[in-house]
């Protein structure tokens, strides 16, 4: 349908004035010059082909025309005012859409997702956990947090974690009748393989090891799999950093050699450009940054 409606700074200029009965005060809450108030409201007069005020000398009056015309405009104001409030509260607030990684979501974000909810209680987060790379113009996702090398087109990218890796096992295996004190004692435990991880093969030759069949042992599709399953005490995984720091740090796993590698890839947080000025969106990323940093 179309509206027959004049330009809406010449209405607000108009609504300031008439309830100032001032162009000067007008301009001064608009912060603009008393000039541009004035050109505003003649253009409206013209645009509606009627005087809305009497200019008189250090007075200022409504028309008759005018005083109709204030009312209605200034609901009008009203209301649009009131639905940009509640769109920026919304905005601001209510549900807070995370898509990540299973892993992720499990062994670092919701252990730490009570201190963000303390912060913000305004806002309900929900964590989408997919290992799919979002479409963000067909899922109702408000920001991403993915693993990767960084390359996604038309998205805004940030690094948010690097990560080595490294083995780890329950701290048990320490002792017992095989302990773990060499790299070469891998032979006789279990290796638990992790896809999304550098296989065993590759630490083994960078750790200069040899002897171990690094093609057996129990498989898993999700790195929070493998490493329950190394929780557990039933083998030995190839670790994450980001993943497993907290495991470590409660005494779960223990971390076993000092051969390190560096992750080539890379935990990234990840929207649309113009998602990241949404309060709320902006809210969660400085967090997030926050714990990085802490981790």
């Keep these: 349908m179309s509206r027959r409606l004049p330009p809406l700074n010449a209405l607000r200029a108009f609504e300031a004035a008439a309830r100032h009965l001032s162009f000067t005060k007008a301009a001064d809450e608009l912060h603009v010059t008393q000039a541009a108030v004035s050109h505003q409201i003649k253009a409206l007069e013209e645009w509606l082909g009627l005087p809305l005020f009497r200019r008189m000398n250090r007075a200022l009056a409504l028309t008759e025309a005018g005083q109709n015309y204030l009312p209605p405009v200034r609901e009008a104001m009203d209301t649009l005012s009131q639905a940009t409030d509640r769109l920026i509260r919304a905005d601001s607030s209510g549900t807070l859409t995370i898509s990540?990684?299973?892993?992720?979501?499990?062994?670092?974000?919701?252990?730490?997702?009570?201190?963000?909810?303390?912060?913000?209680?305004?806002?309900?987060?929900?964590?989408?956990?997919?290992?799919?790379?979002?479409?963000?113009?067909?899922?109702?996702?408000?920001?991403?947090?993915?693993?990767?090398?960084g390359l996604w087109p038309?998205?805004?990218?940030?690094?948010?974690?690097?990560?080595?890796?490294?083995?780890?096992?329950?701290?048990?295996?320490?002792?017992?009748?095989?302990?773990?004190?060499?790299?070469?004692?891998?032979?006789?435990?279990?290796?638990?393989?992790?896809?999304?991880?550098?296989?065993?093969?590759?630490?083994c030759r960078a750790a200069g090891t040899e002897g171990v069949d690094t093609d057996r042992g129990l498989r898993f599709d999700d790195s929070s799999f493998t490493l329950q399953a190394a929780i557990n005490g039933h083998g030995i995984a190839l670790a994450r950093g980001v993943l497993v720091a907290d495991d470590i740090a409660a005494g779960r796993l223990v971390r076993l050699f000092d051969v390190r590698l560096p992750g080539s890839l890379a935990y990234y947080v990840v929207a649309p450009p113009h998602y990241f000025s949404r309060p709320k969106v902006k809210a969660f990323r400085d967090w997030l940054f926050e714990e990085a940093e802490s981790t």
């Design 100 to 149: 990540t990684m299973p892993s992720f979501a499990s062994k670092w974000l919701v252990p730490r997702l009570m201190r963000f909810q303390k912060r913000h209680p305004e806002m309900d987060v929900r964590v989408h956990s997919t290992a799919q790379v979002v479409d963000f113009a067909r899922h109702d996702v408000d920001l991403a947090i993915r693993f990767g090398n």
């Design 154 to 203: 038309d998205l805004r990218v940030e690094r948010l974690l690097t990560e080595d890796i490294y083995p780890v096992g329950h701290p048990s295996l320490l002792t017992g009748d095989h302990p773990l004190v060499c790299p070469e004692d891998l032979c006789n435990h279990t290796l638990l393989h992790d896809d999304y991880n550098i296989s065993w093969a590759v630490w």
